[in-house]
């Protein structure tokens, strides 16, 4: 039950080096297996060994099935990289796998559970079986023994065509979205319905065609509309061929090399040659320069290019960024519309400058003084093109450009009383595009009770390909519900809990939390509201006080308890740290907690009290012995067990004491850490060290509470006491009454709560009150630890399994 489970990072690091040095040489995958993205090695070759097809990682936990050059030596431009089959919908890094079924159907399983991509097809008889291979072209196929294709990678490309695909009608080359996105980008490459190669930006914001020149018409780009068979190819020696009589030569025509054409995410496409012991060379583009591929800089900014330090965009005179990361996002203006305000307008002349397109006339033979009144004649005139005597008035500043390159001069309209503010922008060569954020894929699985664990894994990552052994010694709390997938399991049925851990922005929250207007509770370190996320999920949204604690610190702690998994643990969802907030996400747990229904006039059966007495248990020994990364609670309480549906417990707010870094695990400090009136141990009084036997003496007092009824805060103590006197008198009265009552069940039926009506055993509330009087006692070493209280109450209840059975 145990199984020993590599660890992700492992897998990760291992798989790494396995990009680097394949060894494998699995050529085919036969009907009714697969290839699995635990196993490293599964991996496919193609037979000259060029070729390789496996999971590529393109986030954190998150992998594609992808086909890549094997030679490593290219990577270095990230065109290492010929197919994928689910660019858009990465897989997690455990239990997905690529599977060809029985019935010939060749199936991509996201962990173990969603079909994300599939072939759709199938065996014709059951006599000719098919097979998956990689070609020695790089195209992966799924054959039959007649080595007649049912499905080949080479009909459905991503952003690359390797020599000898075809460029179909139907199958167009569209970009990445960035260089470490790899899911779809704007940019796309297809014949169009005049039966013309094109290449157009298709954004969220502006539409166009930037290739062919689109002011020249067919002819005068050298194409011909007439052939509408619509099919273009590489050959292997650098030949490039389209129907519409488009084509190129590579500068290194000829030559032995490995090619493929790329349209990059930058808009532009690029055919890439790499031969053995030599760098990585672009042997033909289709845009020398830079700026003038559409998309890249949004509406009013424009693209300007330095060879050096390559493109960047600048915002038009008077106008801001509209976003800080994205440019294609374009500025907008600081000013009010010309139309709503009657403000005086003035023009400030940009030279080398140009928009495209979104003129409303071209007049021509005008004056530079008549172009600019007519300008002015319309109010949403935002300024004007002018060269030579040609006057184009523009509405809208799309596909800006500003280069020496450029002919002619853009005059920007602009209110005349902020005129001297407004600067001609400098070309600054600043980058392009801020890093993209690396895909993080939730690692929350298949949910079953009772198999996770802890593990100390010593592991031998042994000589890979010759190359020289590592040792890796890697002791890791296991973190995963990782029960072991079934075989042949439902992979439709996709399991609604899918959870993750990631973080999340202040704003998303805001918006989850209706303005963090639904408060549920207010507890140790903060304020809690209940949200609604936006999969759909309501989850709690504790609002942590503000604390000194630096960023990366909170950050470690957070991810710390966030991967503590354990059924009777509240489920951490994830964080958001931005400034001073700090804030932690929870599942939300509809049956609310232990203390409101102890107090709450519904019964609550002696064997639901008993399971939440057990269940909690559980939950602390986990989070003090099981995990390594051991955790102290330090403010156990009937409030801090949530029950769900079934009345399973849930312990919350563990961890809490290390991620608001109180003072108080250490002796010096002066602010010790304070639990719950009613609950804390003697330790915090008597300033004697604190370990997790605090929380012992807590879970006691909770179960003296399961049993009475009686709250340790209400009820019996309303006297102005100290902390623990309160505490105390529970215990004393229980202990008391204990000892005077001579007959057991005579005592049991004083202490305990009168309101359940249901059966009861008088010896299993006997064994939670002897229990909980362990647990409180004054010397904390006379407590048990919480897995000996597990023991103790399993005792209890596995006898009375045998007797029901
Ligand atoms: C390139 O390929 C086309 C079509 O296959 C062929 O007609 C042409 O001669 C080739 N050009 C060269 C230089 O080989
Ligand atoms: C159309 O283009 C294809 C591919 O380049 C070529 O084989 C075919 O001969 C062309 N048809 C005509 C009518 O030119
Ligand atoms: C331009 O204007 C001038 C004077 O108004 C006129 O002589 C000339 O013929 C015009 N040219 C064109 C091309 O309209
Ligand atoms: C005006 O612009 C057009 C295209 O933008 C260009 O072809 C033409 O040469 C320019 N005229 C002058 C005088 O620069
Ligand atoms: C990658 O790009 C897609 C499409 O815009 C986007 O939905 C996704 O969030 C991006 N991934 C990351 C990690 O930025
Ligand atoms: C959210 O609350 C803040 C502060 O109370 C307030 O300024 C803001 O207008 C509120 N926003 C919405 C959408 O209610
Ligand atoms: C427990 O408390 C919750 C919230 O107050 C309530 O919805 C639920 O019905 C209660 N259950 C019992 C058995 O009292
Ligand atoms: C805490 O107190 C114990 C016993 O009083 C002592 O042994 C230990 O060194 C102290 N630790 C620190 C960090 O002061
Ligand atoms: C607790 O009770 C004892 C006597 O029972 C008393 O001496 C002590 O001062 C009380 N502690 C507090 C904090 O009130």
């Not at 009013?300 to 493109?311: A, E, L, V």
């Not at 495209?356 to 005008?366: A, D, F, R, V």
């Given at each position: 039950m145990n199984a020993m489970r590599i660890p992700l990072l492992l897998l990760c690091f291992s798989l790494a080096l396995s990009f680097s040095l394949t060894s494998s040489v699995r050529l085919t995958l036969h009907e009714g297996f697969s290839l699995s993205v635990d196993k490293p090695d599964d991996i496919l070759t193609s037979k000259d060994g060029a070729f390789s097809a496996g999971f590529y990682p393109v986030g954190e936990n998150a992998y594609c099935f992808a086909i890549w050059f094997s030679k490593p030596s290219c990577s270095i431009h990230n065109c290492a990289i010929v197919w994928m089959a689910n660019r858009d919908q990465p897989v997690n890094g455990r239990s997905s796998k690529l599977s060809l079924r029985k019935d010939g159907n060749l199936l991509l399983i996201d962990a173990g559970r969603t079909v994300v991509w599939a072939t759709a097809t199938k065996s014709s008889s059951g006599l000719s079986r098919m097979s998956l291979q990689l070609l020695d072209t790089g195209n992966l196929v799924l054959r039959d023994e007649q080595h007649i294709i049912s499905w080949q990678s080479f009909d459905s490309p991503t952003n690359t065509l390797l020599p000898l695909q075809k460029l179909t009608r139907n199958a167009p080359l569209v970009s990445s979205q960035s260089k470490n996105n790899f899911s779809s980008g704007y940019y796309k490459l297809y014949f169009d319905n005049d039966n013309l190669l094109r290449l157009l930006f298709d954004g969220p914001k502006i539409t166009s065609v930037y290739w062919p020149d689109p002011w020249l018409n067919s002819w005068q780009a050298g194409r011909t509309t007439y052939n509408d068979s619509r099919v273009a190819t590489l050959d292997p020696y650098?030949?490039?061929?389209?129907?519409?009589?488009?084509?190129?030569?590579?500068?290194?025509?000829?030559?032995?090399?490995?090619?493929?054409?790329?349209?990059?995410?930058?808009?532009?496409?690029?055919?890439?040659?790499?031969?053995?012991?030599?760098?990585?060379?672009?042997?033909?583009?289709?845009?020398?320069?830079?700026?003038?591929?559409?998309?890249?800089?949004?509406?009013?900014?424009?693209?300007?290019?330095?060879?050096?330090?390559?493109?960047?965009?600048?915002?038009?005179?008077?106008?801001?960024?509209?976003?800080?990361?994205?440019?294609?996002?374009?500025?907008?203006?600081?000013?009010?519309?010309?139309?709503?305000?009657?403000?005086?307008?003035?023009?400030?002349?940009?030279?080398?400058?140009?928009?495209?397109?979104?003129?409303?006339?071209?007049?021509?033979?005008?004056?530079?003084?008549?172009?600019?009144?007519?300008?002015?004649?319309?109010?949403?005139?935002?300024?004007?093109?002018?060269?030579?005597?040609?006057?184009?008035?523009?509405?809208?500043?799309?596909?800006?450009?500003?280069?020496?390159?450029?002919?002619?001069?853009?005059?920007?309209?602009?209110?005349?009383?902020?005129?001297?503010?407004?600067?001609?922008?400098?070309?600054?060569?600043?980058?392009?595009?801020?890093?993209?954020?690396?895909?993080?894929?939730?690692?929350?699985?298949?949910?079953?009770?009772?198999?996770?664990?802890?593990?100390?894994?010593?592991?031998?990552?042994?000589?890979?390909?010759?190359?020289?052994?590592?040792?890796?010694?890697?002791?890791?709390?296991?973190?995963?519900?990782?029960?072991?997938?079934?075989?042949?399991?439902?992979?439709?049925?996709?399991?609604?809990?899918?959870?993750?851990?990631?973080?999340?922005?202040?704003?998303?929250?805001?918006?989850?939390?209706?303005?963090?207007?639904?408060?549920?509770?207010?507890?140790?370190?903060?304020i809690v509201f209940k949200a609604v996320l936006s999969d759909c999920r309501v989850a709690a949204v504790k609002w942590l006080h503000e604390t000194n604690q630096g960023e990366n610190e909170f950050l470690a702690e957070v991810s710390t308890i966030g991967n503590l998994n354990h059924i009777n643990l509240i489920d951490m969802w994830g964080y958001c740290a931005e400034g001073k907030h700090r804030l932690l996400i929870y599942e939300f747990i509809e049956h609310g907690s232990l203390a409101e229904n102890l107090s709450s006039p519904n019964e609550l059966d002696w064997s639901k009290r008993f399971k939440i007495a057990l269940g909690s248990a559980?939950?602390?020994?986990?989070?003090?012995?099981?995990?390594?990364?051991?955790?102290?609670?330090?403010?156990?309480?009937?409030?801090?067990?949530?029950?769900?549906?079934?009345?399973?417990?849930?312990?919350?707010?563990?961890?809490?004491?290390?991620?608001?870094?109180?003072?108080?695990?250490?002796?010096?400090?002066?602010?010790?850490?304070?639990?719950?009136?009613?609950?804390?141990?003697?330790?915090?009084?008597?300033?004697?060290?604190?370990?997790?036997?605090?929380?012992?003496?807590?879970?006691?007092?909770?179960?003296?509470?399961?049993?009475?009824?009686?709250?340790?805060?209400?009820?019996?103590?309303?006297?102005?006491?100290?902390?623990?006197?309160?505490?105390?008198?529970?215990?004393?009265?229980?202990?008391?009454?204990?000892?005077?009552?001579?007959?057991?069940?005579?005592?049991?039926?004083?202490?305990?709560?009168?309101?359940?009506?249901?059966?009861?055993?008088?010896?299993?509330?006997?064994?939670?009150v002897a229990v909980a009087l362990q647990c409180v006692e004054e010397g904390r070493d006379a407590r048990p630890t919480m897995s000996q209280v597990v023991e103790m109450l399993l005792h209890y209840e596995d006898e009375d399994e045998m007797i029901r059975a």
């Open positions: 650098g030949n490039f061929t389209s129907s519409d009589d488009f084509k190129f030569l590579t500068s290194d025509y000829g030559a032995e090399a490995q090619r493929r054409l790329v349209l990059d995410h930058d808009g532009n496409v690029r055919v890439y040659s790499w031969s053995e012991g030599e760098e990585c060379t672009v042997s033909w583009q289709a845009k020398s320069e830079p700026c003038t591929i559409h998309g890249i800089c949004g509406p009013n900014s424009m693209c300007t290019y330095h060879p050096k330090d390559g493109r960047s965009c600048i915002c038009a005179p008077g106008y801001e960024r509209e976003s800080l990361s994205d440019w294609t996002q374009g500025c907008k203006p600081k000013f009010n519309s010309f139309c709503d305000s009657n403000i005086e307008t003035e023009f400030v002349k940009l030279p080398h400058a140009d928009f495209h397109g979104y003129e409303t006339h071209l007049y021509k033979n005008c004056t530079l003084e008549e172009c600019k009144k007519r300008c002015l004649d319309m109010c949403n005139c935002l300024g004007i093109r002018y060269n030579d005597s040609d006057c184009f008035p523009k509405l809208k500043l799309l596909n800006g450009r500003h280069s020496p390159s450029v002919t002619g001069d853009i005059y920007f309209r602009l209110p005349k009383f902020s005129l001297s503010s407004y600067k001609i922008p400098k070309i600054a060569y600043a980058a392009l595009q801020c890093p993209g954020k690396e895909i993080v894929l939730p690692r929350t699985y298949a949910k079953t009770n009772g198999c996770w664990a802890i593990k100390i894994l010593l592991i031998f990552a042994g000589a890979m390909a010759g190359m020289e052994a590592t040792l890796v010694l890697i002791i890791c709390c296991l973190l995963y519900r990782n029960c072991p997938e079934k075989d042949g399991a439902p992979i439709d049925g996709y399991h609604a809990g899918l959870t993750g851990f990631r973080r999340f922005t202040y704003d998303e929250l805001k918006k989850a939390t209706w303005n963090f207007s639904k408060e549920i509770g207010r507890g140790s370190g903060g559980r939950g602390l020994a986990y989070i003090h012995e099981e995990c390594l990364e051991w955790v102290l609670h330090c403010d156990v309480k009937a409030q801090n067990i949530l029950l769900d549906c079934t009345y399973q417990p849930k312990v919350a707010d563990f961890g809490l004491s290390k991620i608001l870094k109180r003072e108080g695990l250490t002796n010096s400090s002066l602010s010790r850490i304070r639990g719950t009136r009613g609950y804390m141990a003697p330790e915090w009084v008597y300033n004697m060290p604190i370990t997790s036997k605090v929380d012992v003496y807590s879970y006691g007092i909770v179960l003296l509470e399961l049993v009475t009824g009686k709250s340790p805060t209400r009820g019996l103590a309303n006297t102005e006491g100290g902390d623990e006197n309160e505490s105390k008198r529970l215990t004393s009265w229980v202990r008391e009454k204990k000892r005077t009552g001579v007959p057991t069940e005579t005592w049991i039926k004083e202490i305990m709560d009168p309101r359940p009506t249901g059966e009861f055993e008088n010896r299993k509330i006997e064994a939670l």
